[in-house]
Nanobody
Framework: QSQLVESGGGLVQPGGSLRLSCVVS????????IGWFRQAPGKEREGVSC????????NYVESVKGRFTISRDNAKNTVYLQMNSLAPEDTAVYYC??????????????????WGEGTQVTVSS
């Protein structure tokens, strides 16, 4: 059974940092692009960052560039999202998802086959 499990969310003050982890099981991470998405209350889900299966293509939504860093450790079946300089507008449930067609490129399209349950990130003083 293919599964993704996010962790690392929580409550943090503005300006703080969190590192989210996405651990996958039931499939080989090496062949999948991974995307991080978020959904805030009353808003549509948006793509935050993605990394291709070969690690050669990384994208960030404009609002997190320079603050967030995505990385992957295939040996640990884990993808990370390091989030620095967090702001209240980053508050959302963060999800990771796996795309089996993203070997060399990644995007926030409709090819994501597997999704995690999400982890809550709340940025508040």
């Amino acid at each position: 059974q293919s599964q993704l499990v996010e962790s690392g969310g929580g409550l943090v003050q503005p300006g703080g940092s969190l590192r989210l982890s996405c651990v996958v099981s039931g499939f080989t991470l090496d062949y999948y692009a991974i995307g991080w998405f978020r959904q805030a209350p009353g808003k549509e889900r948006e793509g935050v960052s993605c990394i291709s299966a070969n690690g050669g293509n990384i994208n960030y939504v404009e609002s997190v560039k320079g603050r967030f860093t995505i990385s992957r450790d295939n040996a640990k079946n884990t993808v990370y999202l390091q989030m620095n300089s967090l702001a209240p507008e980053d508050t959302a449930v963060y999800y990771c998802a796996a795309d089996p067609y993203g070997y060399g490129l990644c995007d926030y399209g409709t090819d994501y086959a597997y999704w995690g349950e999400g982890t809550q990130v709340t940025v508040s003083s």
